[in-house]
């Protein structure tokens, strides 16, 4: 099965997209994890993407499709993938489908998590994250047990770089430009289901699982 986990930044895509892959052993292929993997491991491209991700612009499509590719072709996704941030732009989508093609493959469902803007920016303002195992808390709505440290893991939380005002503010508005179009797209295509993104971090699991059960809609 190969679904695409779509929404705004803060709409809890990566925690829902690690924790479905693991329920039904996916691949969680996620580009933002990806780009910020390279700049700790200070690669070339991790130092190009950096340029982008931190005025909250998308990496160019040239660059992210190659390094999406790559990651496809690794043994690990022959079972299925939940794609995370990726695609962003038309451009992507459609060298993701060729790609898949190829393969004789689809992308099977696209699972839409909606959170109303206002909602996203609060989230975004006050969000840490775990170094080691990526789990989101946030200051005001869901604080970790122990300041500074991850409830399950112990590990060290931080704040993305682009977790800043100005660049949540750019974030929000490169997804309404470049991304909610895929919206239409996958509507169109019949593949789209929207899952509401509001309620506790089961609640919406629970949505998406039942999303992926479900045909979706007009599907031809
Ligand atoms: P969020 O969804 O909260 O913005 P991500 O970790 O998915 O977080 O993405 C962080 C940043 O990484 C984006 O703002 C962008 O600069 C870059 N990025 C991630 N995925 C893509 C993509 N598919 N295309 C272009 N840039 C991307
Ligand atoms: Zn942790």
């Known amino acids: 099965m190969y679904v695409i986990f779509l929404g705004a930044p803060g709409a809890g895509k990566g925690t829902q997209a690690a924790e479905v892959a693991k329920e039904l052993k ?81 992308i099977d469902k696209v699972i839409f998590i909606k959170v109303a803007e206002e909602e996203l920016l609060t989230r975004l303002s006050g969000r840490w994250i775990c170094r080691q195992c990526q789990t989101p808390y946030h200051e005001v709505t869901s604080p970790p047990k122990i300041k500074g440290k991850c409830d399950r893991c112990s590990g060290e939380l931080y704040q993305r770089d682009d977790d800043k005002p100005t660049t949540i503010k750019e974030r929000l508005k490169v997804f309404f430009a470049q991304t909610a179009p895929l919206i239409d797209y996958y509507t169109r295509t019949g593949k789209l289901v929207e899952v509401n993104g509001v309620g506790t971090v089961e609640e919406v699991q629970k949505g998406i699982l039942n999303a992926l059960k479900r045909r979706s809609a007009g599907r031809k």
């Open 26 to 106: 996916l691949a969680h292929i996620a580009t933002g994890d990806m780009f910020r993997d390279a700049q700790k491991k200070g690669t070339a491209l991790g130092l190009k993407a950096k340029e982008y991700m931190e005025k909250g612009k998308l990496v160019p499509d040239e660059i992210t499709v190659a390094m999406l590719l790559e990651r496809i072709a690794a043994p690990d996704c022959r079972q299925g993938v939940i794609f995370d941030g990726f695609p962003r732009t038309l451009a992507q989508t459609e060298a993701l489908d060729k790609s898949l093609v190829k393969q004789s493959k689809a």
